[in-house]
Structure formats: C-alpha cells, structure tokens
C-alpha cells in the first residue's frame, strides 16, 4: 500500500520534490524508495524531462492498478476507523495508571479503551502493524526502532521532561536546589540495564558529568524496579519525575539531560480529531500528575520555557520588565541538553517521523501529553 500510493502521488504531481513534500519526505527518501520500488516490480516506471517525470511504459501499465488499489484501500481504512465507535486501543510504556485509561475513555468518542503495558519496542511494532492505534512512547526508543521507516507511523511530542535523581527520602541531599557533579559523583547507584530505553539517557548524563565510574550497586529493568532499590538499599537512581514513586524523593541535576515522550500512531488510520483529543487529554493528564510529585510541579511552573508543549496548561506568567509574557530564560538548571527531540508544536504528519529522528539525540526533558 505504501509502494502504491508513493507511485500514484509521484504520477499525480509529475514531480519527485513536490511528492516528497505532500508525503513530507525528504526528496532523497522518497526517491530511494522509489528505486526499491522499481527493483521490485522489475523496471522503471518512471522517467525524467525538462518539466517534471512521465511515466515510462510499464508505468503506462501499472499506476492506474497501483491507483485503483489505493481507492480500495481507502474504503477499508474508513471502514476501520468506524471501529473506533466501538474500541481504542492505547499502548504505554513502564506503567499505565488506570486514571489514565479513565481519562482518555472520557476524551475519546469511543465505547471503551483498552490500554496496554509494554515495552516502547513492542508498542511502537504494535501501532506499525495496526494492533495498536497509538502509543505513548520516548523518543530514543522511536529513534533506535526499525518500525521509524514506515511511511505511515507519525509521532509529535508530549511533553519534555527531566531527568533528576531519586534519593531516599531522609538523604541529606534532599531538598537541595539542584545535585552538583561532585555530589552525584559520591552516590552508590542503581542503573538501568543495557537494552532498557533509559539506558542511553542515562549514559549521556553520566558522560556530560564527566564521565566518573559510579559505584553500581544493581542492574534495573524498570523505573519501579529501580525506585524500591532507592528506598530499600540506599541507592541513587536517575529518573524521569513521572517514574518516581511516593516512598523516594527527587532533587533537580545542575547538568540537565533530558527525553522527549511521543505520541506516535498510524496516520493512515486515526483521524486528525483522535490526535487532537489524544494530545490534549495525554498533556493534560501529564499536568494533573505532576501536581501529585512533590516540589515537580512547582519547577513547571517555574520553568515554562522547557515545557512549551504543555503552555496552555500553566498558569499565566508572572510579566517581568514590561507588559506581555517574559522571554525564556535558559539559563540555569533547567536548560540543558534534550534526548530525543522533536518538533515543539502540533501535530507531525506521518512523513516527519524522519525529522524526528534526525533530532532524536540531541536535546532538555520524560513522559506524557497541542499546544
């Protein structure tokens, strides 16, 4: 179906640029996958003039099927999406609150949501193949997964969150402002495993320390896992907020490392209201959750310029040097570097996954919810 409507959208504009940026393609993809197009059905169809592209004669012979499929599959994929009526399938990763479930079962013109836990790896296949019709997921797992090629997966992001330290809750750095290096440096940690997705985040935190061996105490496989290793043995843990627990406390790091938190989904069968009403529920939720972190929502508030995505769910601005909002102030803590970034706004179409992972390694924030 990609193959089809790639040729057909190609054959309609007479043009590989102008199809690439309907099918928002860099022209270099569009046109690889053009050539694996070729190879596949067995030569050109397509051949270059002055004013644009003609088809060749084999084009002549099988754009108007490629076309005719693309129609039927059009009708499918509206019928499926009446499926929506009846249920909607939402996958996350780590942990799914079931006020979670609650709250999009509320946005969502649907009979019932069924939500799903598991690996952002897993979920992002899921939403690939269609068994999912989104997900929440970070952005370096977006990044490293092979499903990023499909043409019609599209992500924007959530929100951008930190990543702090966890400590026990009496630990005489609780309460700090931020952790300094040093300070961190004299920690005994819990880290994440090689194959989890916060390992890469966790690693460049380290190395932007200075690149110090920390006493490993074990080895987790998740956030939980590594918070009851916080409050039972002792042991520090980088987290993202959302991924503390109530029984450990978290400080603000001076050098701030982040991950972006996408919602990524077919964009060949939800609709563009779906994304709206994800987004908007996703976000807000994420907001009310912060509320439940101590000291993390107050940051928010106090840091609006690293969390644009949630704008409209902050309270107004205090204005400082004259009328209107004050600019961002990014400097201190709060603005360092963001691990798997995105696009700040709106909603990405499916061909901007590429965009999405040409940022993905760079940039300050963890997970949940149009601006």
């Not at 068994?131 to 997966?153: C, I, K, Q, Y």
């Not at 043995?233 to 450990?248: D, I, K």
């Not at 400082?320 to 400097?331: F, N, Q």
Request: hydrophobic fraction near 45%; include cysteine; aromatic fraction near 6%.
């Amino acid at each position: 179906m990609r193959h089809a409507k790639i040729v057909t959208t190609i054959d309609r504009l007479g043009s590989i640029s102008r199809a690439a940026a309907q099918l928002n393609l860099p022209q270099s993809s569009l046109t690889a996958q053009l050539k694996r197009i070729e190879r596949a059905v067995g030569g050109e169809l397509f051949v270059r003039t002055r004013t644009g592209i003609i088809p060749t004669g084999l084009g002549e012979r099988l754009i108007p099927m490629l076309a005719e499929l693309v129609r039927h599959a059009d009708r499918v994929i509206a019928e499926a999406a009446a499926h929506f009526t009846e249920v909607f399938r939402f996958g996350n990763a780590e942990w799914t609150p079931p006020s979670l479930r609650s709250a999009l079962k509320s946005a969502l013109p649907v009979k019932e949501v069924q939500t799903e836990t598991l690996s952002p790896d897993a979920a992002i296949a899921q939403v690939s193949r269609g068994t999912l019709h989104a997900a929440m997921v970070p952005g370096v797992a977006l990044a490293a997964s092979a499903e990023a090629d499909e043409l019609a997966l599209a992500s924007t992001v959530i929100v951008r969150e930190p990543v702090w330290v966890a400590l026990p809750h009496d630990h005489c750095l609780v309460g700090h402002e931020t952790v300094s290096p040093a300070q961190l440096a004299a920690l005994r940690w819990v880290r994440y495993t090689r194959d989890h997705w916060f390992h890469p985040i966790e690693k460049q935190l380290f190395a932007a320390i200075g690149g110090f061996d920390p006493e490993v105490l074990h080895y987790v496989d998740g956030h939980h896992e590594a918070m009851n290793w916080v409050r039972d043995a002792r042991a520090a843990a980088l987290t993202p907020p959302t991924g503390a627990t109530r029984e450990v406390r978290l400080v603000p790091v001076s050098v701030a490392e982040g991950t972006d938190m996408l919602l990524v989904w077919r964009s060949d069968s939800v609709t563009g209201d779906i994304q709206r009403r994800l987004l908007n529920t996703l976000r807000r939720y994420y907001c009310e959750y912060a509320r439940t972190i101590p000291c993390y929502w107050s940051w928010v508030t106090q840091h609006p310029e690293d969390f644009v995505e949630l704008e409209s769910f902050l309270p107004p601005r205090v204005q400082r040097g004259g009328a209107g909002r004050a600019g961002p102030d990014r400097s201190g803590p709060g603005a360092g570097h963001r691990v798997a970034s995105a696009s700040a706004g709106g909603v990405r179409s499916a061909a901007p996954v590429a965009e999405t992972l040409a940022r993905a390694v760079s940039a300050p924030t963890n997970p949940t919810i149009e601006r």
